[in-house]
């Protein structure tokens, strides 16, 4: 990063710059005009939303690294600002950059509760617990104000269809109603992602989740309203935050969390890049050191796609943090899931005006 570039900083942003998408013809870079422009105070970045026009919802995917296989994201890119989210090179395939781009122009999916009902009522469809908050957070600050996440659980409600959700956001908590109704016919599961318990590390690296004690927080709020709620320590970044791994999942089951998972980072595509300059300018002195370990667990390079691969790394050191966290589970007592598994047999289309009504 150019020291023009060094100055445009962006307050309550994730990442330092906005290079295009790998699949754009033309490159940008900035200069120095010689008027002095490169001296002056960036503006703040505002976030702008424009409107997806999907005309289905309901994401599939068959790979053997997720426990589930249909997913719904209401919204594409994510305030959170996460600098190493696996989504980001996702905003290329929008034409925008996977940088300041996808924390700052978000598109979101105002029909997405009607195309749920319709895809929910199709007589093909068959009921298999839905994911969100699988690539985008639901709960980012945006759902404040558009409810998109909040009109998906209706619909779910209604037709008694289990649903999974991972987030940072507190704002689940507003959803608790919803949640718990469905949580006693064994229809929701949370995981609340943990990714340290540094606000300081946490308000550069994640600068519009919720704080470290925030989600803590919101794991009581569901742990004593009856939902099952697990904590994901995620992702592990070796030499940055591994270390507090026991700590994480201590503090998440002294706040009521039931069962425990974590994901090695990755660092895919333009992700690697945005990541390394983070690094520079915020732990200069443990980038390369941190940057090394990385390649260390994925076969000399910065990511690795393989099946059963992906998420946990290969090599001693990821074998390390691997064995870190089956022991604590096990002395910790999240290794056992709630016995209960979700229930699909409760599934059913709520009936419309002018429908028999079933004697069964």
């Known amino acids: 990063m ?3 570039e060094r100055r445009i900083v962006q307050k309550g942003r994730g990442t330092l710059s906005n290079e295009v998408g790998r699949f754009e013809l033309y490159q940008r870079a900035g200069f120095d005009d010689g008027w002095g422009s490169a001296d002056e105070p960036a503006l703040p970045l505002e976030t702008s939303l424009i409107e997806d026009t999907t005309r289905t919802i309901i994401a599939r995917n068959q790979s053997p690294d997720v426990p589930f296989d249909r ?3 209401p919204y594409r890119g994510c305030e959170h600002g996460c600098v190493y989210c696996f989504a ?3 905003h290329a395939y929008l034409g925008l950059s996977p940088g300041l ?8 999916k105002p029909r997405a509760a009607e195309l749920l009902r319709g895809e929910l009522s199709k007589p093909a469809y068959r009921c298999q617990p839905m994911g969100l908050g699988t690539n985008t957070d639901p709960y980012q600050p945006i759902e404040r104000k558009l409810g998109i996440t909040r009109q998906i659980l209706q619909v779910l409600q209604e037709f008694n269809h289990p649903v999974t959700i991972v987030t940072k956001g507190a704002l689940i908590q507003r959803d608790i109603d919803i949640l ?3 949580a006693k016919r064994h229809q929701a599961r949370v995981a609340l992602s943990v990714t340290t318990l540094d606000r300081g590390l946490a308000r550069r690296m994640e600068p519009r989740a919720a704080t470290p004690e925030r989600r803590l927080e919101t794991i009581r709020a569901l742990s004593d309203a009856g939902i099952p709620v697990s904590v994901l320590a995620a992702p592990m970044i ?3 935050n591994d270390h507090e791994l026991e700590a994480i999942l201590e503090a998440a089951r002294d706040h009521g969390a039931l069962s425990a998972g974590w994901v090695l980072l990755r660092l895919p595509l333009e992700i690697k890049d945005l990541f390394a300059e983070w ?3 915020n732990v200069p002195l443990r980038a390369r050191h941190v940057l090394a370990l990385v390649r260390e667990t994925r076969h000399g390079k910065h990511n690795s796609s393989e099946w059963g691969e992906r998420m946990r790394g290969d090599g001693p050191y990821a074998d390390l943090i691997a064995q870190r ?5 096990k002395r910790l007592g999240l290794d056992q899931r709630d016995r209960s598994a979700l229930d699909c047999t409760q599934f059913r289309p709520p009936p419309k005006a002018g429908d028999q009504l079933s004697l069964f």
């Open 238 to 240: 070796p030499g940055l």
């Open 325 to 329: 966290f089956r022991l604590a589970i």
């Open 101 to 108: 781009d996808f924390e700052s122009r978000l598109f979101f």
């Open 71 to 73: 997913s719904i994201n």
């Open 279 to 281: 690094l520079e300018a």
């Open 180 to 182: 718990a109704a469905m």
């Open 2 to 4: 150019s020291e023009i």
């Open 88 to 90: 980001r090179p996702s």
